[in-house]
């Protein structure tokens, strides 16, 4: 299937590209005449970065959780469908 772009994403993907924490702790502003305090800007991005951090740890173990399930159900799916005897007639 070709993939179609629109606005430099992937377009129905169903997903949003994520930030990285380095992307984070890396993002630089333009400087303005009455901006923020850079230290509060970099703090504060620190925090998110080490939040990002933890979410993509979480998302990570339920992921691989997802998959562990899903195999046991498969696995289980079939020795139930080997034990089930068919029966005649109607559902």
């Not at 377009?11 to 890396?26: D, F, I, K, M, S």
């Amino acid at each position: 299937m070709a993939q179609v772009y629109r606005g430099g994403q992937l377009y129905g993907t169903g997903q949003p590209a994520r930030l990285t924490p380095h992307e984070v702790r890396a993002r630089t502003f333009d400087p303005r005449r009455r901006g923020a305090d850079p230290d509060q800007v970099r703090e504060f991005q620190a925090r998110l970065a080490d939040e990002l951090t933890d979410l993509h740890g979480q998302i990570r173990l339920l992921s691989e959780e997802n998959d562990r399930l899903k195999r046991a159900l498969r696995d289980w799916q079939t020795m139930h469908a080997r034990e089930c005897r068919p029966n005649d007639g109607h559902w």
